[in-house]
Structure formats: structure tokens, C-alpha cells
């Protein structure tokens, strides 16, 4: 099984996320965290898929591989929402997040996750892509979640895990944990090949 395979190798995730931390602890997998300072910046003009993945990549381009020894694997990832073709990040402030907001009610957007896994020797980067719909909300509805979760370290300014994820979304084509901010059977499949290579 894979679970045993991973005891052999020291597992780094590169994220500050606490969803990323819990869902790597969830599915079995013991690791420490890696510290991942960078300039989160893009080309505008690259699409939303290819800023995933990029961005991904990117916050491994820190680490230096040859101080690690071979068995061990980098995990990174990064989530953006997408709503009408352009990407909505982290609210700057609460308004911000309430403007996000109204875009997202009544609407279908859609949740992207780039994943990097790597060894010092190979690196795999992948994405999954998850349709989300939202009911339509109340102003007093999304200042209620604005003001009681303070969602500004998330982007789309929502968890999906939190009150307006119970209350709010009518439907999700795709993977659940994608929309958390870790698309988790493709890391499972991707820790499987890199392992084997």
C-alpha cells in the first residue's frame, strides 16, 4: 500500500493553508511543514490552468533540492477561483470580500488547485478544475459570514468547509477537497508515480 511506501521518505508540504495541513493529515500522510516565501505574481495572460500549476511550481523554486537526500518528496499547492475567466485571489479587506461575494451568489464559478509533488531528483505538476454553484444570498447573509469567518486568507473569499459552504451552495461537479484548496486523489496518484519513477 502506498501509506507504507511513504514511510521510507521524508515528507515537506510547502503551505501555510491549515485546510492543506488537515487534509494531508486525513488521508494518512506524516510530514513537516516547509517554509514557502514567495512572490505569489504571473503573467495575466496565462489561463487560469496554467497560473495553478505555475504558481505551484513556484513555491518550491526556493528550496534548494541537493541539501535533501533522495527520498525525500515536496508537496505544493495553490487555489484560485475563477468567475467569468477572471481569477478572484485573497480579499484585500472585508469589502473586498463582500464585492467577491455578490459575484459568486446566484452564479456557478469554477475552483482550480496546481499541484506540484517532487523529489530531488524528479517533479510532477498537475491541476483539477471543480464547478461550484452558489444559491443566491442575501447581502445580511454574506455580511453574517463576512463578519463571523473573516474569510481573507482564502480565495474567492469562501471556505467551503464553513457556514456559507452548508448554507449556500446548491451543487459541486467535481472534487470537494478541491474546492478546500487540495485536489486529494490527484495527490494520491501523483505521490504513487513519483515514487516509482
Known amino acids: 500500500m502506498l501509506l507504507d511506501e511513504l514511510k521510507n521518505y521524508k515528507i515537506y508540504l510547502a503551505s501555510k493553508s491549515p485546510r492543506r495541513r488537515e487534509l494531508l493529515a486525513d488521508m494518512g ?89 517532487a523529489t530531488p531528483n524528479h517533479s510532477l505538476t498537475d491541476y483539477r478544475s471543480t464547478e461550484v454553484t452558489f444559491a443566491e444570498l442575501s447581502d445580511g447573509e454574506l455580511r453574517y459570514y ?11 473569499a469562501y471556505g467551503v468547509q464553513e457556514w456559507i459552504g452548508c448554507v449556500g451552495i446548491k451543487s459541486i461537479h467535481g472534487s470537494f477537497y478541491n474546492v478546500m484548496g487540495l485536489p486529494t486523489r490527484l495527490l494520491w496518484e501523483m505521490l504513487g508515480k513519483i515514487i516509482n519513477q
Do not use: W
Open 29 to 117: 500522510i506524516d510530514y513537516e511543514l516547509l517554509s514557502a516565501e514567495v512572490e505569489e505574481s504571473y503573467d495575466p495572460s496565462m489561463h487560469p490552468a496554467e497560473v495553478v500549476q505555475y504558481l505551484s511550481r513556484l513555491k518550491l523554486s526556493a528550496v534548494d533540492f541537493s541539501q535533501y537526500p533522495a527520498n525525500t518528496i515536496f508537496i505544493a499547492c495553490d487555489t484560485i477561483v475563477v468567475m467569468d475567466g477572471r481569477i478572484l485571489g485573497k480579499p484585500k479587506d472585508d469589502e473586498d470580500a463582500l464585492q467577491m461575494l455578490h459575484q459568486l451568489s446566484g452564479h456557478t464559478h469554477t475552483v482550480l488547485s496546481g499541484l506540484t509533488v
Open 146 to 156: 463576512v463578519e463571523h469567518y473573516r474569510p481573507l486568507d482564502k480565495a474567492g
